[in-house]
């Protein structure tokens, strides 16, 4: 048998609003965070160098979506071999970072705070463009189902300046 979570937006309490938060449409008082920096992202995410690949959270909608960007730099270490002469980023990344910006979602969904999650399976994932050195990824994971607070599914999708670059549904599985 198994249960789903509904998928509606849940408030946090903090007390002063920032630049990073706005008061919720409800009129309940309770300030919503809807944008993370890098080192917010840092604290919610396990993943470092040269494996971090969301630069900072620009909408985040509790228990339902969260976009995020991904400034994507000549400098990083698979473009020496991906290729020489003509950088591409890996496909993989591109579908690792949208699985990222799911992590933020999931990893701050009520009852699962601070888990870990791994993928489980990625689905109907398909790659529509490039993306080069001097783009910056745009990447959108929205939950379509959470079961026994243990596996999730989300549809997430990446662009470059407005373009599909990449989409496809991501399962996660939380670890203890």
Do not use: C, W
């Not at 473009?79 to 020489?84: A, C, L, S």
């Amino acid at each position: 048998m198994t249960t789903s979570i509904e998928v509606n937006s849940v408030q946090s309490t903090e007390s002063t609003p920032s630049q990073s938060e706005s008061a919720p449409p409800n009129g309940t008082g309770a300030i919503l965070k809807t944008t993370f920096t890098l080192e917010e992202v840092q604290q919610l995410l396990p993943h470092r160098y040269p494996f971090a690949l969301v630069d900072r959270i620009i909408d985040y909608v509790p228990a339902e979506r969260a976009v995020g960007i991904k400034n994507v730099t000549f400098n990083e270490p698979h473009f020496q071999g991906h290729f020489p002469g003509r950088p591409i980023m890996p496909g993989v990344l591109i579908v690792e970072a949208m699985a990222q910006v799911g992590g933020v979602v999931l990893t701050q969904f009520p009852g699962m705070e601070g888990s870990l999650f791994l993928f489980a399976g990625i689905d109907k994932v398909r790659f529509r463009r490039q993306v080069i050195p001097g783009d910056q990824l745009v990447m959108t994971a929205e939950v379509l189902r959470v079961s026994q607070r243990r596996i999730a599914k989300m549809q997430a999708r990446a662009e470059v300046d407005g373009q599909l670059v990449t989409e496809g549904e991501l399962l996660f599985s939380r670890v203890d």
